[in-house]
């Protein structure tokens, strides 16, 4: 069955980086654009960013451009987050996700914190 499983959360001061994985399974990972959303406390979940299957188009959410950055690597399954200068605003719980026709495969999120 699809399943997507994130790692790589933390708790990070102001400033600092943390690399966010998730290792994908179960469907043709290759032909899927990919998307990390995030969901902070209070507010609802939010696309943070997506790359496509090949890897050769990439968009952010502003509150994150220039700071984040997704890759996949298709031989391994695996996208990735690269977060630098983090903010306290940056703190939520991070989630991978692909669409297939019909539904929504997600996985259980990472906690990224942000906090001095």
């Known amino acids: 069955q699809v399943q997507l499983v994130e790692s790589g959360g933390a708790m990070v001061q102001p400033g600092g980086s943390l690399r966010l994985s998730c290792a994908a399974s179960g469907f043709a990972f290759s032909i899927r654009t990919m998307r990390w959303y995030r969901q902070r406390p209070g507010k609802e979940r939010e696309l943070v960013a997506f790359?496509?299957?090949?890897?050769?188009?990439?968009n952010y959410a502003d509150s994150v451009k220039g700071r984040f950055t997704i890759s996949r690597d298709n031989n391994k399954n695996m996208v990735y987050l690269q977060m630098n200068s983090l903010e306290p605003e940056d703190t939520a719980v991070y989630y991978c996700s692909t669409e297939f026709p019909g539904s929504v495969a997600w996985g259980q999120g990472t906690q990224v914190t942000v906090s001095s």
């Open positions: 790359i496509t299957n090949d890897g050769g188009r990439t």
